[in-house]
């Protein structure tokens, strides 16, 4: 299998920033440099020279780099040529950005159970009937039984998001995807470069909660976060307090199907600390972000979360079956030490009370060095959006703690910064086989939204370049030339693993919506399609556009606000 990699000029096939970094990569034969030229029509802008880069690790091609960030004139049809090849078209714009942060966000809501999807809010091709309410063939959600032998009570868990291309809700992986739309609206009350944060306010996104006075990115995280609450172990029952790890259906549903004709019946799966904790994490911090708009909310939320907490001290090694993934996926984590960390975090922040502050510094990961690791951090390992939202987010932390959490955010941001210049097509995440695995492409977002929180911090531009500079590996300056972003690009992700989004396999259906993030380059070709196809492959190279391939090509909720966390600062960069 040969896949079509178009032009061998690459670049950021949406754009570039008018005073950011732009880069471009050439696959060429040559070693030494090549003369490039930035041309518009058929009059030259800007030229020089190549820097040959050698053999690139993980694609395995003989690369050059090209840096034309000198060129800061904004404008639309710029091509780059070198070595006798003419790049995808881009545009060099201060908006290159603006419309990603609300496609990214829009996601959300098409992917929401148990509400009618309004299609005179994001098109009639989205539009849909509740899922998972209990009208037939749906059994589920509203009054869910447990598995044999896990419970003797049934709950209403409806609403939420399902969680990727499946029918699925997972605590674990909604409660990162909740907490990164909580924390792109709580970055705009410390960022200098949010402005007001009137960009995620009431009626930025096409919400049916649009106009209630409530900003919209909080409406959708709602959404999610009453789904959260409800998959809590209720007063009286074994485990009271701790949040069942996730409900799905008893086998695989078909694909394509949508969620009101499923007819499976739908199963909690036992509690777990860990989807504890993430429920307490989310919680918490939505508490502090609603009090202003909705304090009976906030103070729900909060209950919540301390019950969950104190349910997780009481139970601190339940664990997810790893073999539990008959119709569901597992997320099985055996270390849950990093979401006690974010968990106590969340908790201090919101209520400065001692015994958090306590739990947060005796934790391990308070010093260590590596919550920041060079594969970023996910939904597996989640210290990071501890010590981010501690060095971020105001609090009665003596000022020299707060300094050394906030200097270890640069330094791990240097880190970022290193990896980056070392990859010749500007990603921050190292080149190596065992950094491309399933959902890289939220690794990537995550490490660079670790690099805009480090510019958030010091205003050191480097930071603010390192973090734009990836979003040209997301958009098409990759092995591939191939953005993997639905809408975005000249030749994107379209064909995502989805039972909603089936259009690849029943033309009556819409492919994902414009703002829809593949997984990305997973070296594990950890399903069939992609196993078949793409055997020996040279990471970078590892991914096709087929709906088949669930392990390099699915949407998830939790790579979807990393991109949309991202898309949200890079929005705020207009001007850079
Ligand atoms: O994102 C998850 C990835 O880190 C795991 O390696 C993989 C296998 O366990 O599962 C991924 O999550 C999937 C989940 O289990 C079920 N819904 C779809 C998710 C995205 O593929």
Redesign the pocket.
């Known amino acids: 299998y040969v896949p079509d990699t178009g032009p061998r000029v690459r670049v950021n096939q949406v754009g570039y920033l008018p005073a950011g970094p732009k880069n471009a990569t050439v696959v060429t034969a040559a070693t030494d440099p090549l003369p490039w030229e930035l041309t518009k029509g058929t009059t030259v802008l800007a030229s020089g020279q190549s820097t040959p880069r050698g053999v690139d690790q993980a694609s395995g091609q003989n690369v050059h780099t090209i840096d034309f960030s000198a060129y800061r004139t904004a404008g639309t049809g710029y091509t780059l040529t070198a070595d006798g090849e003419t790049s995808h078209p881009f545009d060099i714009s201060a908006d290159v950005y603006k419309q990603l942060r609300s496609d990214a966000l829009q996601f959300f809501y098409i992917q929401r159970s148990g509400i009618a999807i309004d299609g005179a809010l994001v098109g009639e091709q989205y539009a849909r009937p509740a899922g998972h309410l209990d009208v037939a063939p749906n059994r589920g959600d509203t009054d869910v039984p447990c598995q044999p032998g896990v419970c003797g009570y049934r709950l209403d868990a409806r609403g939420g998001w399902y969680?990727?291309?499946?029918h699925?809700k997972?605590v674990v992986?909604g409660g990162i995807a909740t907490a990164q739309l909580l924390g792109a609206f709580e970055r705009t009350k410390t960022a200098a470069s949010a402005g007001a944060g009137a960009a995620l306010g009431d009626s930025t996104l096409r919400l049916p909660e649009r106009g209630n006075g409530t900003p919209d990115v909080l409406d959708e995280a709602r959404w999610e976060l009453e789904f959260l609450l409800r998959m809590q172990v209720p007063a009286g029952q074994p485990r009271a307090g701790m949040a069942h790890h996730k409900m799905h259906d008893a086998a695989w549903t078909g694909l394509p199907l949508q969620p009101e004709d499923d007819p499976q019946q739908r199963e909690l799966h036992p509690p777990s600390t860990a989807a504890t904790l993430n429920l307490a994490a989310a919680a918490a911090q939505g508490a502090r972000l609603f009090a202003p708009y909705d304090a009976p909310f906030a103070a729900k939320a909060l209950t919540a979360a301390k019950t969950a907490y104190a349910a997780a001290k009481a139970n601190p090694a339940v664990y997810a079956d790893p073999n539990d993934?008959t119709g569901?996926?597992?997320?099985?984590d055996n270390d849950v030490s990093d979401e006690f960390y974010w968990a106590a975090a969340e908790l201090y922040l919101t209520t400065g009370e001692a015994p958090y502050l306590a739990d947060v510094t005796a934790s391990a990961h308070h010093t260590s060095a590596d919550v920041f690791g060079p594969v970023g951090f996910?939904?597996?390992s989640t210290a990071a959006l501890g010590r981010l939202d501690l060095a971020t987010v105001p609090s009665g932390l003596p000022a020299a703690e707060r300094q050394r959490l906030r200097t270890s955010v640069l330094a791990a941001a240097d880190a970022y910064l290193t990896t980056q210049a070392g990859q010749a097509y500007g990603l921050p995440m190292p080149g190596h086989r065992g950094a491309y695995?399933?959902?890289a492409n939220s690794n990537v977002l995550n490490n660079m939204a670790v690099l805009a929180t480090a510019y958030d911090l010091s205003g050191d531009a480097r930071y603010r370049d390192g973090a734009i500079q990836g979003m040209d590996y997301i958009l098409g300056r990759n092995a591939l030339n191939h953005s993997y972003v639905t809408g975005w690009g000249e030749k994107a992700s379209k064909n995502q693993?989805s039972r909603i989004f089936g259009n690849q396999l029943d033309a009556s259906l819409p492919n994902p919506p414009a703002g829809s993030i593949a997984?990305g380059a997973n070296a594990g070709l950890?399903d069939p399609y992609a196993k078949q196809l793409l055997e020996g492959c040279q990471p970078m190279f590892c991914y096709v556009d087929h709906i088949e391939s669930?392990?390099t090509n699915?949407v998830?909720v939790?790579?979807n606000s990393a991109l949309a966390w991202v898309a949200s600062f890079l929005a705020d960069q207009g001007a850079a």
């Open positions: 969680d990727a291309g499946d699925g997972y992986n993934g569901g996926g597992t997320y099985s996910g939904w597996g695995f399933w959902g693993h997984g950890d669930y392990a699915e998830a939790n790579w």
